[in-house]
């Protein structure tokens, strides 16, 4: 009996300052969303994705509490699907998730906190999130999303004229891209041989530099610009 | 003596009835095919992005009109040298079908300028094909459905051409299209020299691209030597237009196939038309 008590508190308490630890941080980051109500920036979108050449893209990036986000571009702009809004809408509500504290590294020069976070249903796309976060400012040094549809994306941030707002200068998203294939009916260039370039492997991720500029935060947006 | 002999291929080529089969085809096959990706062009474009969107998303208007011009030159660039072959194959065979050709080789023209004008005037109507090609997609396109980033489909993946990059190459690309059609045409001319019939050069015109197509599209290592010196692999060297970066050494190459073709052709054709006995 007394051996099971132990055990017990070995492994409870452990985990439970680790939560505390997790939540408090995650506290202080979510009082550092909550001071930003809606901002715009200017977005200059590169793109490093397999078997897709794309010319670097200007655009507007707009954002209001708690969950609108559109981005506006004159010419077509490659985004990755997820990680622009998934994390601060699991982190809205402390019912939706678990964090866990686990351990320390370092990105870039920042000494950061590890810490998983666990929704806390199982019907979500998301399965796991990880965050960086450098805890002396309480900004998000790194993210690393894994859902069931899209496998993982993974975002490195650098922060400079916004850092009190927490927000970047500029976000690389790191995507796995999946096999790609358009049918020749479609595409019709039915004359083309596939030569030996094309038929070596090609990288299964693809990198999205985002350049952000000229941020203009809680300035008032309207709820239009963000119909489509 | 060539122009006038040109002028009158003209008129005779004006009062034909099936020269304007052609330019009505284009008219109803564009308007169809506009019409489709108007109601439904969103599906088709969903359908070719499906493998990315989902892990990324596309902002930006995909279905606009350099878009919708580029599928349709591409899904109409294959039938239209049936449209070019049916009018410049009947040149000189109709002639002989008719039984005009006795009286006109008997005018004062030498065969090689009589012939000379038939490819001009096949070359003209060639190139107003392209031109009202050009008109029905990219104009109407970009009417109908406003202008855009070009997102060009091929089967290894994707090109996304900014619009201030296009106009260009939809020029170049349409003179290509014309040498490769203009082929087309001194081909069924060429055949049209060979026989008396109408019927005979625009079916053989168009067996001879069906089968080197075949031969060209097939990824077999027999027909590795041949494929790039039928001129049917070089038809479709437009698109090389819409690659990013541009392989002006291909482009260079399959314009001077192409040519290389057309001079043949010619020459063939006028050493068959001034040695042949015209009985008819």
């Not at chain 1, 979510?30 to 901002?39: F, G, H, L, P, V």
């Not at chain 2, 070009?150 to 299209?177: E, K, T």
């Not at chain 2, 168009?206 to 097939?218: E, K, S």
Request: proline residues 3%; contains cysteine; charged residues 20%.
């Amino acid at each position: 009996m007394n051996f099971l008590f132990r055990l017990l508190i070995i492994f409870i308490i452990p985990l439970s300052v680790f939560s505390q630890v997790a939540e408090v941080t995650i506290e202080n980051l979510n009082a550092r969303m909550d001071r930003i109500r809606d901002y715009s920036a200017d977005a200059l979108i590169k793109s490093d994705i397999p078997l897709i050449k794309i010319l670097p893209v200007r655009a507007t990036i707009y954002f209001k509490q708690k969950n609108k986000f559109r981005i506006k571009s004159k010419g077509i702009a490659i985004l990755p699907k997820q990680g622009f809004l998934d994390l601060s809408e699991l982190l809205s509500g402390k019912e939706n998730y678990t964090a866990l504290f686990s351990g320390f590294d370092v990105i870039g020069n920042y000494r950061s906190e590890i810490i998983t976070i666990l929704p806390a249903g199982d019907t979500t796309d998301l399965i796991l999130a990880k965050l960086w976060i450098d805890p002396t400012g309480y900004l998000v040094r790194k993210s690393q999303i894994t859902t069931r549809t899209n496998g993982t994306i993974t975002i490195d941030y650098t922060y400079n004229n916004q850092n009190k707002f927490g927000l970047p200068d500029s976000m690389i998203f790191t995507v796995d891209v999946k096999k790609f294939k358009i049918p020749k009916g479609v595409a019709t260039d039915i004359n083309k041989i596939s030569s030996e370039e094309e038929k070596k492997p090609t990288s299964k991720t693809g990198k999205i530099f985002i350049q952000l500029t000229n941020y203009q935060i809680n300035k008032g947006l309207s709820d239009e610009v963000f119909q489509k | 003596m060539l122009l006038k002999s040109t002028y009158n291929e003209f008129i005779k080529i004006a009062a034909k009835p099936r020269s304007y089969l052609g330019l009505a085809a284009i008219t109803i096959l564009v308007g169809v095919i506009l019409f489709a990706l108007k109601v439904d062009g969103l599906s088709f474009i969903s359908f070719v992005t499906a493998s990315f969107e989902q892990t990324l998303s596309f902002e930006g208007n995909i279905l606009n009109g350099n878009l919708v011009a580029f599928i349709v030159l591409q899904m109409l660039i294959i039938h239209i040298p049936l449209l070019v072959a049916l009018v410049t194959g009947d040149l000189v065979s109709g002639e002989a079908a008719m039984g005009t050709i006795r009286m006109l080789a008997s005018k004062p023209i030498s065969r090689t300028q009589l012939l000379l004008s038939k490819f001009i005037a096949g070359g003209t109507y060639t190139l107003l094909i392209i031109i009202w090609l050009g008109i029905m997609s990219v104009l109407f396109g970009k009417l109908l459905f406003g202008s855009g980033d070009l997102m060009v489909l091929n089967s290894d993946g994707l090109v996304i051409l900014p619009q201030s990059d296009i106009n260009w190459r939809y020029l170049c690309g349409f003179a290509v299209a014309f040498l490769a059609l203009l082929t087309v045409s001194s081909l069924s001319i060429c055949l049209s020299c060979f026989t008396e019939n109408s019927i005979g050069p625009i079916v053989t015109t168009m067996a001879i691209i069906i089968l080197f197509t075949i031969i060209g599209t097939l990824d077999v290592r027999i027909f590795d030597k041949i494929r790039p010196f039928l001129f049917t692999t070089h038809m479709a060297s437009w698109r090389s237009f819409f690659e990013e970066p541009v392989p002006m050494k291909d482009i260079y190459r399959s314009i001077f196939i192409l040519i290389g073709h057309n001079i043949l052709l010619l020459a063939i054709s006028l050493n068959k038309f001034n040695n042949k006995d015209i009985t008819s």
